[in-house]
């Protein structure tokens, strides 16, 4: 390769963010957050159909009331995409090391929901600078729905 060629893998994606810089970064900093919704049925049926999770509790209405539920609910996996989607918006993909969460409360239909993130610590592992990030997502009446930890490499 010579010096004027540039690697594939080198190049920012497409849309990349910029990253934030992890000097400036302060525990207790706040991510802008991410608003979705409110939420509608069709888009629960979209988000089976993409995931491949057709679990008759998301989309058939008798088959949740059957199971004890006054309406279907969205997949937890969908609050956590968008927790997904709020970092990517924040960083590179690429420096995305860990996202867990805990499935805390049900999203409904009609539920607005907000991602949220803020910085828990700042650390060094294997080489690397990292943020550990505290993350939730919140219905309209700021009920949590998700809450976990995520984890951001810096170079």
């Not at 993350?135 to 984890?151: F, M, P, R, S």
Request: glycine share 10%; charged share 25%; hydrophobic share 40%.
């Amino acid at each position: 390769m010579t010096s004027d060629e540039t690697r594939h893998d080198e190049l920012p994606a497409v849309g990349t963010p910029p990253s934030p810089c992890f000097e400036t970064l302060a525990v207790g900093d706040e991510l802008p957050p991410l608003t979705k919704g409110p939420l509608e049925r069709v888009q629960l049926v979209k988000y089976a159909g993409a995931s491949g999770d057709f679990n008759p509790i998301h989309v058939d209405e008798p088959f949740a009331k059957s199971a004890g539920y006054p309406s279907v609910f969205a997949h937890g996996m969908l609050s956590m995409a968008f927790l997904g989607e709020l970092l990517t918006s924040w960083v590179d993909p690429r420096q995305l090391r860990e996202l867990g969460v805990r499935f805390v409360a049900i999203t409904w239909p009609g539920d607005t929901v907000r991602a949220r993130a803020t910085v828990a610590r700042k650390f060094e592992a294997e080489g690397e600078r990292r943020v550990e990030l505290a993350v939730w997502t919140e219905n309209q009446d700021g009920k949590h729905t998700l809450d976990g930890t995520a984890v951001v490499g810096f170079p």
